[in-house]
């Protein structure tokens, strides 16, 4: 069975990156629109968190790194 908290830190991480995901596809259209250059500098900073390094031993670095690519291919 699923430990439920690991699967709400799952869940909480899959939804930045979702959110973070978003922003990158807006801002390839519209880079100066605010409200994503906001997301994508709120989403970094909590990949790069405390809160983040609880959660999941994940390289937020690696992280940033491949949704960018993703975004970019």
């Known amino acids: 069975m699923n430990d439920p908290y ?3 830190a799952n869940a909480i991480i ?5 959110d973070y995901r978003n922003a990158l596809k807006r801002l390839k ?4 629109r605010e409200i994503d250059l906001y997301m994508k500098q709120e989403v970094e900073q909590f990949f ?3 809160w983040y390094s609880c959660l999941t031993t994940v390289d937020p670095e690696i992280l940033i790194r491949k949704l960018n690519e993703e975004v970019i291919s």
Do not use: C, M, T
Request: charged residues 35%; without cysteine.
């Open 29 to 32: 259209k519209h880079p100066n």
């Open 48 to 50: 790069r968190s405390d």
């Open 14 to 18: 899959l939804q930045a990156a979702k």
């Open 6 to 8: 690991e699967s709400l």
